[in-house]
C-alpha cells in the first residue's frame, strides 16, 4: 500500500467515524450530510476500484491498533457503500 492509498483509506474510515460520535458531539443528520455525499461519490467508480478501495481500507483495518478504529475501518467498506 502506498503512503497515498494509505492516508486515503485512513481519511475515508474517519469520516464514517462520525457515524460512530455521541449524538451530542453531532447529530446522526449532520454525520449523513458528510457520509452520504463521499459515498455518493464513490459509487460513481467501477465495480474493480471500489473492491480494491474496499480491500486498502481492510488492510489498513488490519494494521489498526485501536480496537474501536480497528471495527470502524472493518465496516467503513459496507458503509461507504462499496461492497455490492
Known sequence: M???EHTLAKALTEVVRLDLSDGDAITPAATMQVIEPVAVLLQELSEQ???ALADLIDQFSQQ???PERQLTAWEAPETLGLLA
Do not use: A, C, I, M
Request: charged share 35%.
Open 2 to 4: 502506498t503512503p497515498l
Open 49 to 51: 476500484d471500489r473492491q
Open 64 to 66: 489498526e491498533t485501536y
